[in-house]
């Protein structure tokens, strides 16, 4: 029997003294967050949803808006390590 395969590389980053995902995949995934996503709607807060829901989210949406695969992965890394964060608070 083989292990599972990952879904992805980790997201690398610290946290920042205020709290918030900082890392150059991290600071990436949030400026398409905020340029890609907010074209359409207004933008959720991170912890709308749980860190395990992002990622399905963001691959529906990603439809709609263009993303490539790489920058859906960088979204999707943003809004579950910010949704982690916002839930700790």
């Known amino acids: 029997m083989t292990a599972p395969a990952a879904a992805g590389p980790a997201p690398t980053g610290t946290i920042s003294p205020a709290g918030l995902a900082s890392g150059p995949r991290l600071e990436q995934g949030r400026a398409l967050f905020s340029a890609r996503c907010q074209s359409c709607h207004a933008l959720p807060e991170p912890g709308r949803l749980s860190p395990e829901a992002w990622p399905g989210e963001v ?31």
């Open 59 to 89: 691959r529906g949406m990603s439809r709609k808006s263009g993303l490539s695969a790489e920058q859906t992965t960088l979204v999707a890394e943003y809004l579950t390590v910010a949704s982690r964060e916002a839930r700790r608070r």
